[in-house]
Each structure stands twice: as C-alpha cells, then as structure tokens.
C-alpha cells in the first residue's frame, strides 16, 4: 500500500505570494490533517479534513485554508506569505474514525519565504 | 498543566542503556495521547496511542505507561540502541465537546552512541 505523498517536496518562494500544497493520503483514508513544524514553535496543528469538511483548526489566521477532494486528496493554501511562514509542512492520514485511529504522515513540504 | 511539555529536551545515552522521558499534558477533558518517533530527514511514525488511565503498552523494546488523572505519560526504552537516535513526540488530544483539540510536545530529542 502506498503512503501518504505530498507535493511538492520543497518550494521557495517570495513574501506576498501565495502557495498550494498537495496531500494524497493511503488508499482508504478519509481523514486528512495539516501540520507545521518550525524551530521555535514545534509542531502544531492547523487543520482536519474529514469527507470533504474541516472537522478540527488549529490556531491560524485565515491566510491558511484547506479543502479536500471527493478522493480524499487535500490541498492547503497560504495567501500572502510571510516570512515567518517558512516551514515544514507535514500531511497525515488517517482511516477518519475517531482520533485514536493511528496517523500516517507524509514526508513533508520544506516551504521557504524569501 | 495547560500545554503539552515534554522532559528532557534531549538525551545523550550509551548504547545498552535503559532510558525514559516524560509527556505532561492538561488532565481535563483528556480524550487520548500519542506517542511518535522521529528520525531526521524522515516522517514522524507513530508509536502508540493510549486512551485509558493506567493503559501500558509495548513494541519490542519500546513501552509507555499512562495516567490520565494527573496527566502524565512515561516513555521507556530498554537497552537503547544507535538506531533509537530521534526525537520521541507525544501529543494530547482533548475532546472540548465540539471539536478535538490536538497539542503536540516539542519533543525530547535521544541521541545513543556506542
């Protein structure tokens, strides 16, 4: 069974721009969550998507916003991109029952804002 | 306790060496706890994840205790070895009626050397 991917694998781009990055989750995986890991933050959790719809959200501001697809695929959306939004940025899947289902994660977008 | 913490930051064993961390997490509307290992330049890969005050569980050399009532679960590794090198993540889960909060540790990073 394939894992989860995430596309691209690293992305730079400038401030003001905005950026789309892509999940696709194991095959028959229906829940879908978005981390970001920074040196000084950790990892923290921006949002879940579960059958198309946001079920959880971290603490973010609307510049970030996901949606997910019909085939459970998941993209995320940064507009206007700060600096301070450079990051790793790591998909996971899991089955979508509740959330002691166990998490895959993808290997993660490194997103640079120059 | 209101965030996740995570105790030591890092760890510098000997190969054969017994260690544990800590995972302090809010006790009230606990729902559950993860456990992840992370291996630089690769995906965090989950461990465990425990649900009931006093839950033990184990994989190979690798166990975790839980206590939900003070709000603290325990990491052990039995006769560390080189390839054990990474950083331990645990991350609370509490269920605020609505919606699941999520909060990850920032880590307890374990380096074993021979």
Redesign the interface.
């Known amino acids: 069974k394939a894992g989860?991917t995430q596309t691209p694998r690293y992305l730079i781009k400038t401030r003001g721009q905005q950026v789309t990055l892509s999940c696709s989750p194991i095959s028959g995986h229906r829940s879908v969550?978005w981390?970001q890991q920074t040196p000084g933050q950790?990892?923290?959790?921006l949002f879940e998507y579960f059958s198309e719809t946001q079920?959880?959200?971290?603490n973010f501001p609307g510049r970030f916003s996901g949606r997910q697809f019909s085939n459970s695929r998941s993209e995320m959306n940064v507009s206007t991109l700060e600096l301070g939004d450079s990051a790793l940025y790591?998909c996971?899947s899991r089955i979508g029952g509740?959330?002691?289902?166990?998490?895959?994660?993808?290997?993660?977008t490194r997103l640079t804002v120059l | 306790i209101l965030n996740v913490e995570q105790s030591p930051q890092s760890l510098h064993v000997q190969e054969g060496d017994s260690t544990n961390f800590t995972c302090s997490f809010p006790s009230s509307n606990f729902y559950a706890l993860h456990w992840y290992r992370w291996e630089t330049a690769k995906s965090p890969e989950a461990l465990f994840v425990m649900t009931l005050n006093g839950d033990e569980k184990k994989k190979g050399r690798i166990s975790a205790t839980l206590n939900t009532k003070e709000g603290y679960s325990y990491l052990y590794i039995k006769g560390s070895q080189p390839e054990d090198s990474a950083t331990y993540l645990c991350a609370s889960i509490q269920n605020t009626g609505t919606a699941s909060k999520l909060t990850f540790g920032t880590g307890t990073r374990l380096q074993v050397t021979l």
């Open positions: 989860v969550s981390y950790g990892l923290q959790f079920r959880n959200k971290g790591l996971a509740p959330t002691t289902d166990t998490q895959y994660f993808g290997p993660g």
